[in-house]
């Protein structure tokens, strides 16, 4: 598994605008069998300031086979307002060994 971080610093749109169209967007993850899950953060501090945190099965299913699949394009088409103020897009790793969560 990989996991995508894109932070997006708005200077041209509102939160809310943002929130609208992911919340369309993320459809279209849904439907991809290669994305295992997605989450929306916004900072506390600065609203205009939101991450999209994507897991997906491996570097390549996001970059080739999501991008090369159907359901890009419908993403992209909802987001595509919102790519000039990406502030950062990086894939990760996790450390096995090093992750810990408390039950809820």
């Not at 708005?10 to 809310?16: F, G, I, V």
């Not at 989450?39 to 600065?46: A, G, K, L, N, P």
């Not at 909802?78 to 790793?93: G, L, Q, T, V, W």
Request: glycine share 4%.
């Amino acid at each position: 598994m990989i996991v995508e971080y894109v932070r997006y610093a708005l200077t041209t749109h509102a939160p809310d605008e943002f929130l609208a169209a992911y919340s369309q967007a993320v459809l279209s993850l849904r439907a991809a069998p290669e994305c295992l899950g997605y989450e929306i953060t916004q900072c506390s501090d600065d609203p205009r300031v939101l991450t999209l945190r994507i897991e997906w099965k491996s570097a390549s299913a996001h970059m080739q086979q999501f991008r090369g699949g159907p359901n890009f394009r419908p993403f992209l088409a909802h987001i595509s307002p919102f790519i000039k103020e990406i502030a950062e897009m990086r894939h990760y790793e996790i450390q096995e060994g090093i992750v810990w969560r408390r039950p809820a």
